[in-house]
């Protein structure tokens, strides 16, 4: 089974400011799928950003992108212009693209926006 | 659309007692997810139905049992409720040839 690593359990952010949560992972496939999802306090789980691994250029979702290094196995959500409503728990997800069904999550790391 | 939608949203359960936790959605998606999520230990996988009458075992499947009802339904039975089953469960569905799963929101069961 794949595994998922965000060795961060929580971080911290200014208002304003930029942060970057990382996420590696363990695969012998070439193609997959990579997403960020975002749970709030609500504990709804959001769809923040995804990245194919066959496309070399990083996802981007208006402050929300990714720096994915395939041959590092890397793949880390920036936030930019952090905003009060940016505070959550952020987790790490792989999908492969050949079998397909089974995505694989990580740890979570809780995210705190300070004013 | 209503999207995903679970029963109950909260439970509490005796050892030893059964219940079924429903979960349905209406975007006409082929494949639906059983998640469990634990403090530090993210999502992991309990079952999975890649379509209507198919189901498969995830990353922990012990102790639970599922049914595909329909293409709309994917149910998760506890026959017998143990304290390490206290979580909160997600149920997830993905349209075929998609890439991303839409989630429900959640049931938090705790067995006493």
């Known amino acids: 089974a794949q595994t998922v690593t965000q060795s961060q359990p929580e971080m911290s952010v200014q208002e304003a400011e930029t942060v970057t949560l990382s996420c590696t992972y363990d695969t012998s496939e070439s193609d997959y799928y990579l997403f960020w999802y975002k749970q709030p306090p609500s504990r709804q789980m959001i769809l923040v950003i995804r990245q194919e691994a066959y496309k070399q250029q990083n996802a981007t979702e208006n402050r929300f992108s990714v720096n994915f290094q395939k041959a590092a196995k890397s793949f880390s959500l920036k936030i930019s212009d952090s905003q009060l409503g940016d505070a959550a728990m952020y987790f790490c997800?792989?999908?492969?693209?050949?079998?397909?069904?089974?995505?694989?999550f990580g740890t979570g790391t809780s995210l705190t926006v300070i004013p | 659309n209503a999207g995903v939608t679970q029963t109950p949203k909260f439970q509490v359960l005796k050892t030893g007692q059964s219940m079924t936790l429903q979960c349905a959605q209406d975007m006409n998606h082929n494949s639906m997810y059983w998640y469990r999520q634990d403090p530090g230990m993210g999502l992991r996988l309990i079952y999975y139905?890649?379509?209507?009458?198919?189901?498969d075992k995830g990353e922990v499947p012990n102790g639970y049992n599922v049914s595909r009802l329909n293409k709309r339904e994917f149910s998760l039975r506890l026959e017998s409720a143990a304290p390490s089953q206290t979580s909160v469960y997600f149920c997830?569905?993905?349209?075929?040839?998609?890439?991303?799963?839409?989630f429900g929101p959640g049931t938090r069961l705790t067995v006493t």
């Open positions: 997800a792989y999908r492969s693209a050949g079998t397909g069904n089974q995505f694989y």
């Open positions: 139905s890649a379509s209507e009458g198919t189901t």
């Open positions: 997830a569905s993905r349209r075929t040839g998609a890439y991303e799963q839409y």
